[in-house]
T-cell receptor
Framework: GENVEQHPSTLSVQEGDSAVIKCTYSDSASNYFPWYKQELGKRPQLIIDIRSNVGEKKDQRIAVTLNKTAKHFSLHITETQPEDSAVYFCAAFKAAGNKLTFGGGTRVLVKP | DGGITQSPKYLFRKEGQNVTLSCEQNLNHDAMYWYRQDPGQGLRLIYYSQIVNDFQKGDIAEGYSVSREKKESFPLTVTSAQKNPTAFYLC??????????????FGSGTQLSVL
């Protein structure tokens, strides 16, 4: 089955700096890669996603890049703010099987 | 936050006891999922259901059971066979269809602890 590795497990950045989270996946048939943000005590929520026919996608201060050949994708947060502090999960989806496999999560702390 | 509701928020299980976690959604979503969240281990899929009266095992189904008698409801039973049940349990749902069934909407979770 699919295996998704996520690094780092924790990330501390100064407010205004950038944060990068990296994920690798094992199954080349995976074709959809979402990122979820889980604030403390709250439910995970989808913040951005990318499909395998696209190399990069941006939404304001967040962007995701995908390298299909290397089977890795990354989340980039620019100009970090305290409200960016949360746990971020990457995931990979394969249509055959119809399920998401999540990475282990990255706890991001933005220091004011 | 409406749409998908989990109850209770906190649940305690005695040894040898079965407990049931509730998940209800009013989003008219076809697919529903149960995930287990342990610190540092991300979200692991327990069971999922794409239509009423049908469900499939996920990656860690042992010690758990589910039912899907109604589209709105997908309860999870943690049986006594699950030896390490302490975790945060998240229910999710999605719309069936191309390029929509991957987008999950999560409930607010149930924290299960063993007494």
């Amino acid at each position: 089955g699919e295996n998704v590795e996520q690094h780092p497990s924790t990330l501390s950045v100064q407010e205004g700096d950038s944060a990068v989270i990296k994920c690798t996946y094992s199954d080349s048939a995976s074709n959809y890669f979402p990122w979820y943000k889980q604030e403390l005590g709250k439910r995970p929520q989808l913040i951005i996603d990318i499909r395998s026919n696209v190399g990069e996608k941006k939404d304001q201060r967040i962007a995701v890049t995908l390298n299909k050949t290397a089977k890795h994708f990354s989340l980039h947060i620019t100009e970090t703010q305290p409200e960016d502090s949360a746990v971020y999960f990457c995931a990979a989806f394969k249509a055959a099987g119809n399920k998401l496999t999540f990475g282990g999560g990255t706890r991001v702390l933005v220091k004011p | 936050d409406g749409g998908i509701t989990q109850s209770p928020k906190y649940l305690f299980r005695k040894e040898g006891q079965n407990v049931t976690l509730s998940c209800e959604q009013n989003l008219n979503h076809d697919a529903m999922y149960w995930y287990r969240q342990d610190p540092g281990q991300g979200l692991r899929l327990i069971y999922y259901s794409q239509i009423v009266n049908d469900f499939q095992k996920g990656d860690i189904a042992e010690g758990y059971s589910v039912s899907r008698e109604k589209k709105e409801s997908f309860p999870l039973t943690v049986t006594s066979a699950q030896k390490n049940p302490t975790a945060f349990y998240l229910c999710a749902s999605s719309i069936q269809g191309a390029q929509t069934n991957e987008k999950l909407f999560f409930g607010s979770g149930t924290q299960l602890s063993v007494l």
